[in-house]
């Protein structure tokens, strides 16, 4: 089941049956069944307060996912909660040069793939997720049509 919640902010427009069927479909191209995810939108603050009491990391992030793929017996479930700052996103995309929208979808499969094993924190492994996230993309891109 996937949940979706905000603590502080309003909730993001997206399309919960539709991102559902493409969150459900990224997983399964990495061979895994989705579990219960539990996404909380929050501020900036909010996730800073999470970085510093879960991680002990004094910065503001994007998004943090806390994997709890341990509670299921079988290997290929995952499941876990996945927090992500609107206000961060907002500011990447003006960054980036990207839509809102874009950034935020960007955000919600790159804690999917965390879960799925996919990292981004040693050597060339920043250009592996990000080639998978614009493979999910456009994946999402084929479903909306």
């Given at each position: 089941m996937i949940t979706y919640n905000v603590d502080g902010v309003k909730m993001p427009k997206i399309k919960k049956r539709e991102t559902n069927a493409w969150?459900?479909?990224?997983?399964a191209d990495h061979g895994k069944k989705v579990g219960d995810i539990g996404y909380m939108f929050v501020d900036d603050e909010r996730i800073l307060e999470c970085n510093r009491q879960y991680?002990?990391?004094?910065?503001?992030t994007d998004v943090i996912t806390f994997?709890?793929?341990?509670?299921?017996?079988?290997?290929?479930?995952?499941g876990g909660d996945i927090v992500i700052?609107?206000?961060?996103?907002r500011t990447?995309?003006?960054k980036f040069g990207k839509t809102y929208e874009d950034e935020l979808y960007r955000v919600i499969i790159h804690?999917?793939?965390?879960?799925?094993?996919?990292?981004?924190?040693?050597?060339?492994?920043?250009e592996i997720m990000e080639a998978h996230e614009d493979k999910a993309l456009k994946m999402l891109t084929e479903m909306k049509k």
């Open positions: 969150i459900k479909a990224v997983a991680l002990g990391h004094d910065y503001y994997d709890y793929d341990d509670d299921y017996e079988e290997e290929n479930i995952i700052s609107l206000d961060t996103i990447n995309a003006e804690g999917i793939l965390h879960l799925c094993g996919i990292n981004d924190k040693g050597p060339g492994e920043r």
